[in-house]
């Protein structure tokens, strides 16, 4: 049972650079998350798609682009890296709502923007 | 916009004392509430959640969580803690039928031996 699997778990990225952070589920959840965890600020939300086809923003999702590809996956790209999104990045998913089937995590990605 | 306010940042207990983490949101409509915790080097995971219905819920390993309406308050309490509840703990809310969860900046918790 893999639940939700996100690459890479480290990255180390030059201000201006770009890439995308991967995340997929095999539990045939409808809805997706990703969030950044900051210390002392806690989780917030960046984006997320309630089903496949949908993106709707969070509370911080400048800087940021998602695309829910299929229903098992939800990635999230930095178009140019700034090192105020050095952060951890957790993507989850849930079942049918939020509200009645808890969040799943994935382990994380740890990226450091220079 | 909703919004999750978690005032202990730190809490340091010695083992078997009782332990209450507060949380309080702002919001005027129908909520669900959620706490989770994040043990060192882990992910989070769901600890309890409340709906609607008895506004004190239990959860696993001891935990419960009294939802006081008229306070906007889902406190997290535990009559006995374990140097194994060492984790940081999130409170969280959604309006009901929104998918859209907000966490509170959580509450590192330290358990003494």
């Known amino acids: 049972n893999a639940g939700v699997t996100q690459t890479p778990k480290f990255q180390v990225l030059k201000t201006g650079q770009s890439m995308t952070l991967q995340c997929a589920q095999d539990m045939n959840h409808n809805s997706m998350y990703w969030y950044r965890q900051d210390p002392g600020m806690g989780l917030r939300l960046i984006y997320y798609s309630a089903s496949e086809g949908t993106t709707d923003k969070g509370e911080v999702p400048n800087g940021y682009n998602v695309s829910r590809l299929n229903k098992r996956e939800f990635s999230l790209r930095l178009e140019s890296a700034a090192p105020s999104q050095t952060s951890v990045y957790f993507c989850?998913?849930?079942?049918?709502?939020?509200?009645?089937?808890?969040?799943?995590f994935g382990n994380g990605t740890r990226l450091t923007v220079t | 916009a909703q919004s999750v306010s978690q005032h202990n940042h730190h809490v340091i207990l010695s083992e078997a004392a009782s332990l209450e983490l507060g949380c309080n949101y702002s919001y005027g409509g129908t909520v669900n509430l959620f706490w989770y915790v994040q043990y060192p080097g882990q992910h989070l995971q769901l600890l309890l959640k409340y709906f609607s219905g008895d506004p004190l819920v239990k959860g696993i390993k001891g935990f419960e969580a009294e939802f006081i309406k008229s306070k906007f308050s889902f406190n997290l309490r535990k009559p006995s803690v374990q140097w194994s509840d060492t984790a940081e703990y999130f409170c969280a809310v959604t309006l009901f039928g929104n998918e859209k969860l907000t966490f509170g900046t959580g509450t590192r918790l330290t358990i003494i031996p």
């Open positions: 989850a998913s849930s079942g049918r709502t939020v509200n009645n089937s808890p969040l799943h």
